[in-house]
């Protein structure tokens, strides 16, 4: 049912189910794609089976959405995205808007994320006789994911954000 008032739009119940329809879709497919980067990136020893590098990818996947939607789950990214919008005098829809606002999303994500991942590899799915220096690999993967992370943020938040207001029977925020 839509409850949207042409007058002052969607309610607040509305706009929480958007939100955390957009956490969910958001925290799926970062954790799918910084877990395939990170599982297709990282150092192993030569001939290591297939079998484990999967587990460990669906590992780091599961781990990873959890942590993603924990913190999609507490930061209310809309709130943070008007506030920004406030503070900044940035115009809705506008790709320098959109490339800050995921500039912002990317340093509230993608370090805790990448930080559980790296940890989990290191202490769980890393064999016994080869363990790199973890700072190294800590701050390397850091750094990648950090570019990765904003890559995948920026293409797909605006086809996730459509879809979540699309499927609450709201249309999107109107271009000013």
């Known amino acids: 049912m839509n409850t949207e008032n042409q007058n002052r739009g969607p309610n607040p119940a509305q706009?929480?189910?958007?939100g955390l329809r957009i956490s969910f879709?958001?925290?799926l497919w970062m954790s799918f794609t910084l877990s395939i980067f990170g599982t297709a990136t990282a150092e192993r020893p030569a001939?290591?089976?297939l079998a484990p590098i999967i587990i460990g990818w669906f590992g780091s996947f599961l781990l990873s959405f959890v942590v993603s939607f924990g913190i999609g789950f507490v930061v209310p990214m809309g709130k943070v995205?008007?506030?920004l919008g406030r503070k900044f005098h940035l115009t809705p829809h506008k790709i320098t808007t959109h490339a800050i606002e995921t500039f912002v999303s990317n340093l509230i994500y993608t370090p805790l994320m990448t930080a559980v991942m790296v940890t989990f590899a290191f202490l769980v799915l890393m064999p016994p006789d080869h363990t790199p220096p973890f700072m190294p690999m800590f701050v390397g993967s850091q750094i990648a994911c950090f570019v990765f992370g904003y890559i995948m943020i920026f293409i797909a938040m605006p086809f996730i954000a459509k879809k979540a207001f699309k499927s609450a029977g709201i249309g999107m925020p109107p271009k000013p």
């Open 81 to 83: 995205n008007a506030a």
């Open 15 to 18: 706009m929480k189910a958007v």
């Open 47 to 49: 001939g290591m089976p």
């Open 25 to 27: 879709m958001m925290a």
